[in-house]
């Protein structure tokens, strides 16, 4: 069974202090990773995604990818109370297929 | 841009009714997929389309089938709806079932068995 874990949080950060989300993965197989942001209510939006070890950045947001410990993060600097939502990390091994996603991590930044 | 749409956005039904959930994706993507997603469950795979004219099940298939009805449209219809049924249902789409794809999501149905 393949399964990718997050902690639920939530995980709260004052605004304008940096946001670290983390996730781990039991396939070492997996090629693909994203990372999905959840508002309440609403539908998984994309954020980035990312497949090479080391890190990518966009904007405020840092993915970081390390294969041989089967952990991605997300890093949001600068976080905003707008950035307050669900994450979600999704999965893709190696045979293609489907994504298995994390449970999600909880975010709040605090004003 | 629509994206993906789904109807409809809410329903109640009682203990046995049967409904389909429709979807429609208008940005030719090939493959199409239908989730649910539980407080602290996650998103969970029911069925998944890798292209038109194929379906397979996914992690939770139990009580639910699926059409795909051209390249545009995924239904999943719950023929005798139980009460564990109730969920919020997500539609997605990908240009590919591989590679770097991701997924892009409708806006969910919200159902509630009775």
Known sequence: QKEVEQNSGPLSVPEGAIASLNCTYSDRGSQSFFWYRQYSGKSPELIMSIYSNGD???????????????????????????????????????????????????????? | NAGVTQTPKFQVLKTGQSMTLQCAQDMNHNSMYWYRQDPGMGLRLIYYSASEGTTDKGEVPNGYNVSRLNKREFSLRLESAAPSQTSVYFCASSLTTGGDQPQHFGDGTRLSIL
């Open chain 1, 56 to 111: 990518k950045e966009d904007g405020r947001f840092t993915a970081q990818l390390n294969k041989a410990s089967q952990y991605v993060s997300l890093l949001i600097r600068d976080s905003q109370p707008s950035d307050s939502a669900t994450y979600l990390c999704a999965v893709r091994g190696d045979y293609g297929q489907n994504f298995v996603f994390g449970p999600g991590t909880r975010l709040s930044v605090l004003p």
